[in-house]
Each structure stands twice: as structure tokens, then as C-alpha cells.
Nanobody, 117 residues
Framework: QVQLVESGGGLVQPGGSLRLSCAAS????????MAWYRQAPGSQRDLVAS???????TYADSVTGRFAISRDNAKNTVYLQMNGLKLNDTAVYYC???????????WGQGTQVTVSG
């Protein structure tokens, strides 16, 4: 059974930084595309950042220049470094793993990020 476990969320002030981690198990991690999504209260779950198995990254316009996604295949872990956090970054952040051309992937349980002054 594939398992993704997010960690690193918490309460931060505007302008602060935080690094999220997603540890994968029971998965051939290196061949999966990985992504971070987030869902704010009353909103849809939206893509924040992604990184392919080859290391190509993409970012939502709202976070580009502030967030950075990376992966450590030796640790089966994907990270999301978040800098310059804003109030509207508040959301539950979810990790996703998906193979190329697969319709569905796997999801973690989410980790709460709250940005508040």
C-alpha cells in the first residue's frame, strides 16, 4: 500500500518561512512525478508546485519566486520550501505522487499551514 506522509506545517507570521516534507513508502519513488497541492477553507484543492521524476519543476503563479519544490530520491522525500509567506497561503497542504499518463495518483493526509500575524 502506497503511503505519503506530510510534515512540517505549523503557524507562521507573514513573511516567514517553512519547509514541508513528504515522505513516501511502498513506492518506487524515483519514477514518480511529485506535487504539492493546497486547499484553503471553502476552496478547491489547487496545484502549488510539481517536480517530475527528471527534476523539472513548475509553480502556480501565486507562489512562483517564493516557493521551491525539491526531491531527495535517496530519502524518498519531496520538499516544499516556502518563503515570504502570505496570509492567503493558509491552507492544508497535500502531497501527491503520480506516474506519467496515470489518471490518478496517491495522496497524503495533509499538513496544516497557517499564516497569521
Amino acid at each position: 500500500q502506497v503511503q505519503l506522509v506530510e510534515s512540517g506545517g505549523g503557524l507562521v507570521q507573514p513573511g516567514g518561512s517553512l519547509r514541508l516534507s513528504c515522505a513516501a513508502s511502498r513506492i518506487i519513488f524515483s519514477i514518480y512525478n511529485m506535487a504539492w497541492y493546497r486547499q484553503a477553507p471553502g476552496s478547491q484543492r489547487d496545484l502549488v508546485a510539481s517536480i517530475t521524476s527528471g527534476g523539472v519543476t513548475t509553480y502556480a503563479d501565486s507562489v512562483t519566486g517564493r516557493f521551491a519544490i525539491s526531491r531527495d530520491n535517496a530519502k524518498n522525500t519531496v520538499y516544499l520550501q516556502m518563503n515570504g509567506l502570505k496570509l492567503n497561503d493558509t491552507a492544508v497542504y497535500y502531497c501527491n505522487a503520480k506516474r506519467y499518463l496515470e489518471a490518478y495518483g496517491y495522496w497524503g493526509q495533509g499538513t496544516q499551514v497557517t499564516v497569521s500575524g
